[in-house]
Nanobody, 121 residues
Framework: QVQLVESGGGLVQTGGSLRLSCAASGSILRINTMAWHRQAPGKQRELVAGLPSGGRPKYGDSVKGRFTISRDYAKNTVYLQMNSLKPEDTAVYYC???????????????WGQGTQVTVSS
């Protein structure tokens, strides 16, 4: 069974940094795009950053220059380094894998359970 498990969320002051991790476990052969999305209370879920396998990262406009997405392909893990955090970055952050090729078939659109990030002013 494939699972995506996030970690690294927490409470930080404005201007601080956090690093989120998301590890995909299971009999995974390859993952296409891994991404981070976030959802603040009363708002729609939005893309924060995405990184295709072997491709270039894509960032939401509000985080460009402050957040960096990276992957460890050997560990099926994606990271989100968040610097210069602002109160408006407060949200639940979700990890997503769009297509996973496993030993038993192809899975699409898998999500983690989310991790809370709170930035105090």
């Amino acid at each position: 069974q494939v699972q995506l498990v996030e970690s690294g969320g927490g409470l930080v002051q404005t201007g601080g940094s956090l690093r989120l991790s998301c590890a995909a476990s299971g009999s995974i052969l390859r993952i296409n795009t891994m991404a981070w999305h976030r959802q603040a209370p009363g708002k729609q879920r939005e893309l924060v950053a995405g990184l295709p396998s072997g491709g270039r990262p894509k960032y939401g406009d509000s985080v460009k220059g402050r957040f960096t997405i990276s992957r460890d392909y050997a560990k099926n893990t994606v990271y989100l380094q968040m610097n210069s955090l602002k109160p408006e970055d407060t949200a639940v952050y979700y990890c997503n894998a769009d297509t996973l090729v496993t030993t038993t078939g192809v899975l699409v659109d898998r999500w983690g359970q989310g991790t809370q990030v709170t930035v105090s002013s």
